[in-house]
T-cell receptor, first 111, second 112 residues
Framework: GIQVEQSPPDLILQEGANSTLRCNFS?????LQWFHQNPWGQLINLFY???GTKQNGRLSATTVATERYSLLYISSSQTTDSGVYFC?????????????FGKGTHLIIQP | DGGITQSPKYLFRKEGQNVTLSCEQN?????MYWYRQDPGQGLRLIYY???????QKGDIAEGYSVSREKKESFPLTVTSAQKNPTAFYLC???????????FGEGSWLTVV
């Protein structure tokens, strides 16, 4: 099956810093989503981005499908940005087979 | 409100007992999914259903069973055959392949 690798696995930053999270995947996809998991376990949709670039406030994401990677940018980090960020992909091929998740990046923003 | 509702949020089970987790969605989505998350890990797919009365095994289906008798409902039964059932379980739904997948708030299952 498709492989999803996220880097770095852990990231500790000071409030106000910028960060870049990376997601590499091993095959073509027809869905790529970024999630933020809060301390209560809820998965919050950040972006649906199988290709191209999107921005939402301090967050933006870029997926280069031909090179099989996606980047999530967080600017001017706040302590509330702490948590685990997951990249997940759905392989191309037509069936609604569900998302394959990476192991996540654990982000800690210190005040 | 539109969304995905999972219940119960917390559940304790004795070893050897089956337990059923509920998942209901009012988004009119065709596809529904069940995932398992272990501490410090990513999510793994248990079962998925692309349409009513049809479902397929995911990566870790052993010890689990599902049904899809109604479009809005996709219950998951954790059977006594599941060797290590303590985990966080998440239900999700989507309009189908290539569409955004939305998640419920999850159910914490602890075997005591």
């Amino acid at each position: 099956g498709i492989q999803v690798e996220q880097s770095p696995p852990d990231l500790i930053l000071q409030e106000g810093a910028n960060s870049t999270l990376r997601c590499n995947f091993s095959d073509s996809v027809n869905n790529l989503q970024w999630f933020h998991q809060n301390p209560w376990g809820q998965l919050i949709n950040l972006f649906y981005i199988p290709s191209g670039t999107k921005q939402n406030g301090r967050l933006s994401a870029t997926t280069v499908a031909t090179e099989r990677y996606s980047l999530l940018y967080i600017s001017s980090s706040q302590t509330t940005d702490s948590g685990v960020y997951f990249c997940a992909v759905e392989p191309g091929g037509g069936g609604a087979d569900g998302l394959t998740f990476g192991k996540g990046t654990h982000l800690i923003i210190q005040p | 409100d539109g969304g995905i509702t999972q219940s119960p949020k917390y559940l304790f089970r004795k070893e050897g007992q089956n337990v059923t987790l509920s998942c209901e969605q009012n988004l009119n989505h065709d596809a529904m999914y069940w995932y398992r998350q272990d501490p410090g890990q990513g999510l793994r797919l248990i079962y998925y259903s692309q349409i009513v009365n049809d479902f397929q095994k995911g990566d870790i289906a052993e010890g689990y069973s599902v049904s899809r008798e109604k479009k809005e409902s996709f219950p998951l039964t954790v059977t006594s055959a599941q060797k290590n059932p303590t985990a966080f379980y998440l239900c999700a739904s989507s309009r189908g392949s290539g569409n955004t997948i939305y998640f419920g708030e999850g159910s914490w299952l602890t075997v005591v």
